[in-house]
C-alpha cells in the first residue's frame, strides 16, 4: 500500500507547525468550528464543507497559509442554453475578493505566516462568514456540511464515538487496481467507538436525504466500495491512519481528553462499515427498508460482500453520534 494513502503528516511538516513562532496558527485553527485534517503528508484545514486554508511551505521551508478566491463568488452562474454559448463569467463580491486576496499574498516574499498571520487571525470569523455565503447561494453542500457538523461535535475521547477524518481517500489493493482506478472511494467518515477498554474502528457513509441512494455514489456502489476497503491491505491502511490521526492532532491540541498513549494496541482491529442516513421527511422504518433493498441488492452481486455492515436512519437535528445509532440494524 502506498504511503500516501496512510495519514500521516510529514516530519518537516510537523517540526515547522511546532516552531513557537507558529503557535498562533495552531491556536486558531483549535477553533470548535474548524477541522484540522492531513492529506497525502500535507496539513489543511476546513469549515462548513470546504477547505478553509491549505497550510504549505514557501521556497525557504517557511509556513504560509492559502485560501480558495473563489469563495467570494456572489451566486451561482447561470446555465447554458446550448453548448454553443459561453459561459457567463462568475460575479464576485468585491470586498470579498480583496480581502480573500489580500490574505493569500499576491508575491512569493509576502508569503509566510509571519507576514500572513494579523491578517488571518484578524478575519478569522469573515472567512467563515463568507465561506457560508458561498455554500448558501453558490454550491449547496447539503452532505458537507453535516458531515463537517458530526466531526466538530465527536472530537472528545470522553464520549464513546470519537471522528477523526472524513472523505477519506482508498487505493486499490493491488498496482494494477490502483492504477486502473485511482482511489477506489472515498469514505466519507472513519471514527473509533468504544468497544470496552478498546476501539472499533467504523467506516461511515453518510447521506443527506433518500435522493442519492441510487446511481453514482448510491447505497450500492457504497456497498461495492466497502469489500475493497475491508480487504486485508486497504484495513491495515486504515489501522495505521488511525493512529497517526490521533496522535497528530494531540500533539498539536486539536482532539479533547485522548489517551496518552495511543497505538495499534488499543484498537480491537475490527473495522466495520455502516450506512448512516439524516432524514426528514419520510418515515425511518420506510427509509429504512429503502436502505435494505439497495444493500440486498448489491450483495447479490458481489462475490465477496462485506462480513458485517449496519445501516440507520435518523430524523435527530444533533449531529452526536453513538453505538446504538451506528449499530442499529445489521443487513
Sequence with gaps: MKKDYIQHLSEKMEKELLKPENAGLLKMIADDDLVFAVRKGK????FSGGVFCWILTNKKGEIYLKIDPSYAKKEKRPGRKS???PLAPPVYIPEYLELLNSLNGEEENHKSWQKQKDG???????????????YINVKRNEEGERRHQIAVNNNDFSEDVVVLDFEYGMVGETKDEAKKHGKINKVD???LVRNGDKYDIA???LK??????RGKAGI??????F????KPKAKDCIIKSVVNIVNIKTKFNLIKNAPAVFNEDILTKRVYPAILVYEYERDVQAVNRMIKDEIDAAVREMVNPPGELYYSTTNETNCKLSLELLTKNKA
Excluded: R, S
Design 43 to 46: 496539513p489543511m484545514v476546513y
Design 83 to 85: 453548448k454553443d454559448e
Design 120 to 134: 488571518w487571525l484578524k478575519n478569522k470569523e469573515e472567512i467563515k462568514k463568507i465561506m457560508k455565503n458561498f
Design 189 to 191: 467518515i472513519i471514527a
Design 203 to 205: 467506516i461511515i457513509e
Design 208 to 213: 443527506v436525504g433518500t435522493d442519492a441512494f
Design 220 to 225: 450500492a456502489d457504497h456497498v461495492k466500495d
Design 227 to 230: 469489500g475493497e476497503v475491508l
